[in-house]
C-alpha cells in the first residue's frame, strides 16, 4: 500500500468494533479489532441527522444514463453516499450499479401464498449480482488507500464483481476460487475481466484462510465480506427498498444467507435509517439457509448460544459456507430486527429456482433460496398470508446455467417442474402433434 490521502477520508465516519466499541480512523487497513471482533464502518449519526431526509434521495433520482453523465449520477449506491462512503465524486469508482428492479407476479405470490409478494432482482447489476454495490465502494476504499493489489476468496459472484472493478480502476486483482467448486458462468467473468485466478485445492472457508493470511502478509487489500467497506455498499439493497416503497417498509426482506454479509449489512441499514427518521418502524429480517450449509440456522436453533460450524455442501453454490465471515453482525441484525433463520432443502431451492424461472425472471439457484423460504415460512405461519414481503434474488440466470440445464433434463432427480426438451422427427406432422399437445 502507498500512503493513504487522510484529506480524502471524511471525518464522520470511522471503524468501530461491534464488540468492544473500540473505534479507529477510516484510513487504517484493518478487519478486525484487536480484541478480535468485527469492525463496522461507523457514521456519526447525530452530526447526519440534519442533512439527512427522504427529499435528500429522493431529488437524486435520474432518467437513464448519457454519455457525457458521470457514472455515480446514476448509481443506486452513491446516491446514498453520505450513509455508505461519503467522498467526493471524482474519487468513485462505479460502472453504475443498483437501481434493480422489484418484480411482482401472481402466479409466483399464489406459489408461496401470498397476497403481496415483490422480488427485488440484484441479478440486473452490471455484472449480475449484489456483489457490484459492495465492489464499488470496496474498491473505491482501495483506490483512497493506494492499494497495490485488491484479492477475495470466491465462489463466484464476489470473483467476478471484484475482477471487474479492480479492471475499471486499473488495481491489479487476485482471485482464490476452491478447485471445481465455481459455477463456470461466475469463473468465465473472472478470467475475461483479466483477475489472476488462483484455485485452492478445498473448500471456499479454505480459500478464504488462505487470502486473509496472503493479504495480511503481503499488504494487499482484501475484499471479502470481512471488508467492513464492502458492506456499506451492500446496505444499499435496503435503502433502496424503502425508497421504492415510499419509505413506507414491507412488513418482510426475506434473503439468502451464505456469508452472512447481506444478513449483516441490511440489519446495520435498517437501524440507521430508523435513527435518522427515514422509516417509522424496521421491517422483519428472515435469512434463508441450504440446509446442506446451514451453520447459521443451527446456531439460530440454539439461541445463538454457540457458534456452530459446518462442511458445506449444496447446489446453490455461492450459498455454500460452513464458517461464515461476518456471523457477530449477522447475530445483530436478528436482534434488530426481530428476524428468524430458516434453511430449505436442495430440492425446494431447485424447484423455487424453476418457479421463479418459469414467470419470465430467473435466477441463479441460491436466490431461490430466499423464495423457497418464504414459501416455508409462510406454511409454518411465520409470514402471514396478508403481509407484504419483499425476497431477494442475489444473481442471474446465466451465473450457473449448469443446474438449470441439470434439472430441466433429467438428471436433477424429482424435478417437480422440469421442462424438458422434446425429441422430435424433422417432419411437419411430427411438429405438428407437438405443437396441438403442448400449445393447443
Known amino acids: 500500500m502507498t500512503e493513504p490521502n487522510h484529506a480524502r477520508f471524511p471525518g464522520t465516519i470511522s471503524l468501530r468494533c461491534i464488540q468492544c466499541q473500540k473505534t479507529y480512523p477510516a484510513h487504517q487497513v484493518r478487519y478486525l479489532c484487536d480484541c478480535g471482533g468485527l469492525l463496522?464502518?461507523?457514521?456519526?449519526?447525530?452530526?447526519?441527522?440534519?442533512?439527512?431526509?427522504?427529499?435528500?434521495?429522493?431529488?437524486?433520482?435520474?432518467?437513464?444514463?448519457?454519455?457525457?453523465?458521470?457514472?455515480?449520477?446514476?448509481?443506486?449506491?452513491?446516491?446514498?453516499?453520505?450513509?455508505?462512503?461519503?467522498?467526493?465524486?471524482?474519487?468513485?469508482?462505479?460502472?453504475?450499479?443498483?437501481?434493480?428492479?422489484?418484480?411482482?407476479h401472481p402466479r409466483l405470490s399464489r406459489w408461496v401464498g401470498l397476497e403481496q409478494f415483490y422480488l427485488k432482482h440484484e441479478g440486473e447489476n452490471p455484472t449480475g449480482s449484489f456483489k457490484d454495490r459492495g465492489m464499488t465502494v470496496g474498491v473505491t476504499q482501495a483506490r483512497l488507500m493506494g492499494a497495490r493489489a485488491v484479492a477475495c476468496a470466491s465462489t463466484g459472484n464476489t470473483s467476478a464483481s471484484l475482477a471487474a472493478y479492480a479492471a475499471?480502476?486499473?488495481?491489479?486483482?487476485?482471485?482464490?476460487?476452491?478447485?471445481?467448486?465455481i459455477a463456470a458462468g461466475k469463473l468465465a467473468q473472472a478470467l475475461?475481466?483479466?483477475?489472476?485466478?488462483?484455485?485452492?485445492?478445498?473448500?471456499?472457508?479454505d480459500a478464504m484462510a488462505l487470502v486473509r493470511q496472503v493479504c495480511d502478509?503481503?499488504?494487499?487489500?482484501?475484499?471479502?465480506?470481512?471488508?467492513?467497506?464492502?458492506?456499506?455498499?451492500?446496505?444499499?439493497i435496503v435503502l433502496e427498498i424503502l425508497q421504492g416503497f415510499r419509505w413506507q417498509p414491507p412488513d418482510w426482506i426475506v434473503l439468502p444467507a451464505g456469508n452472512l454479509g447481506n444478513t449483516?449489512?441490511?440489519?446495520?441499514?435498517?437501524?440507521?435509517?430508523?435513527?435518522?427518521?427515514?422509516?417509522?418502524?424496521?421491517?422483519?429480517?428472515?435469512?434463508?439457509?441450504?440446509?446442506?450449509?446451514?451453520?447459521?440456522?443451527?446456531?439460530?436453533?440454539?439461541?445463538?448460544?454457540?457458534?456452530?460450524?459446518?462442511?458445506?455442501?449444496?447446489?446453490?453454490?455461492?450459498?455454500?459456507?460452513?464458517?461464515?465471515?461476518?456471523y457477530e453482525r449477522a447475530v445483530r441484525t436478528m436482534g434488530w430486527t426481530n428476524g428468524v433463520v430458516t434453511a430449505v432443502s436442495d430440492q425446494e431451492i431447485m424447484d423455487a429456482k424453476a418457479m421463479v424461472d418459469g414467470v419470465g425472471i430467473g435466477c441463479e439457484p441460491a436466490s431461490a433460496a430466499s423464495v423457497a423460504g418464504v414459501r416455508r415460512l409462510?406454511?409454518?405461519?411465520?409470514?402471514?398470508?396478508?403481509?407484504?414481503?419483499?425476497?431477494?434474488?442475489?444473481?442471474?440466470?446465466?451465473?450457473?446455467?449448469?443446474?438449470?440445464?441439470?434439472?430441466?433434463?433429467?438428471?436433477?432427480?424429482g424435478a417437480s417442474y422440469a421442462n424438458a426438451p422434446v425429441q422430435v422427427a424433422p417432419t411437419v406432422d411430427a411438429v405438428r402433434g407437438i405443437i396441438e399437445d403442448r400449445v393447443g
Do not use: C
Open 264 to 326: 449483516a449489512a441490511f440489519g446495520k441499514a435498517l437501524y440507521e435509517a430508523h435513527q435518522l427518521g427515514l422509516v417509522d418502524k424496521i421491517p422483519r429480517i428472515a435469512a434463508v439457509q441450504a440446509s446442506g450449509a446451514s451453520p447459521f440456522y443451527q446456531s439460530y436453533q440454539n439461541g445463538f448460544s454457540e457458534k456452530v460450524t459446518v462442511k458445506a455442501e449444496t447446489i446453490a453454490t455461492a450459498i455454500r459456507i460452513g464458517r461464515p465471515v461476518s
Open 168 to 181: 475499471l480502476a486499473g488495481i491489479p486483482a487476485l482471485i482464490f476460487i476452491p478447485a471445481g467448486k
Open 40 to 104: 463496522d464502518v461507523w457514521h456519526d449519526l447525530e452530526a447526519l441527522h440534519p442533512q439527512i431526509n427522504r427529499g435528500l434521495f429522493d431529488g437524486r433520482l435520474s432518467g437513464p444514463p448519457g454519455p457525457r453523465v458521470a457514472p455515480t449520477a446514476n448509481s443506486g449506491v452513491w446516491r446514498y453516499r453520505e450513509l455508505i462512503l461519503p467522498v467526493t465524486i471524482d474519487n468513485i469508482v462505479s460502472r453504475p450499479e443498483g437501481n434493480t428492479p422489484l418484480y411482482e
Open 378 to 413: 409462510v406454511r409454518e405461519g411465520v409470514i402471514q398470508p396478508g403481509e407484504t414481503v419483499v425476497g431477494i434474488l442475489t444473481g442471474n440466470l446465466l451465473k450457473d446455467p449448469t443446474a438449470t440445464v441439470d434439472y430441466h433434463t433429467g438428471t436433477w432427480p
Open 192 to 205: 475475461a475481466y483479466g483477475a489472476h485466478t488462483l484455485q485452492i485445492q478445498g473448500d471456499f472457508d
Open 217 to 236: 502478509e503481503m499488504g494487499i487489500y482484501l475484499l471479502n465480506s470481512l471488508n467492513p467497506f464492502r458492506l456499506e455498499g451492500q446496505k444499499s
